[in-house]
């Protein structure tokens, strides 16, 4: 069973800078290799949406258009986690924040959610005016 779990979501002003992490074990890696890793948001009422992606050794990373030159996704495949570095955080980046994983992909990232297998639990981002 992949797992993977997010932390490092919380409350910040406008502004601010919060950094998620996206752990998986290291018994996932040695069975299923490495993956791609995306991270998405669904804030209430809306639909869940695409944040960034990075293939499996760092060279390639993809962002929506709301997230570049704020945020940074990036990895560390030693200790098998994922990190989405966010500055200059405004309120409508308030949402709850998901990472997935692709294993045996066939390209070097993707954007849909449904090219994703695996999905962590999420952790809350909020971010006040």
């Known amino acids: 069973q992949v797992q993977l779990v997010e932390s490092g979501g919380g409350l910040v002003q406008a502004g601010g800078s919060l950094r998620l992490s996206c752990a998986t074990s290291?018994?996932?890696?040695?069975?299923?290799?490495?993956?791609?890793v995306g991270w998405f948001r669904q804030a209430p009422g809306k639909e869940r949406e695409f944040v960034a992606t990075?293939?499996?050794?760092?060279?390639?990373?993809y962002y929506a258009d709301s997230a570049k030159g704020r945020f940074t996704i990036s990895r560390e495949n030693d200790k098998h986690t994922v990190y989405l570095q966010m500055n200059s955080l405004k309120p409508e980046d308030t949402a709850v924040y998901y990472c997935?994983?692709?294993?045996?992909?066939?390209?070097?990232?993707?954007?849909?959610?449904?090219?994703?297998?695996?999905w962590g639990q999420g952790t809350q981002v909020t971010v006040s005016s």
């Open positions: 990075i293939n499996w050794n760092g060279a390639r990373t």
């Open positions: 290291a018994r996932t890696i040695q069975t299923r290799g490495t993956s791609i």
């Open positions: 997935a994983a692709r294993f045996a992909p066939t390209h070097d990232y993707y954007t849909n959610i449904d090219d994703y297998d695996y």
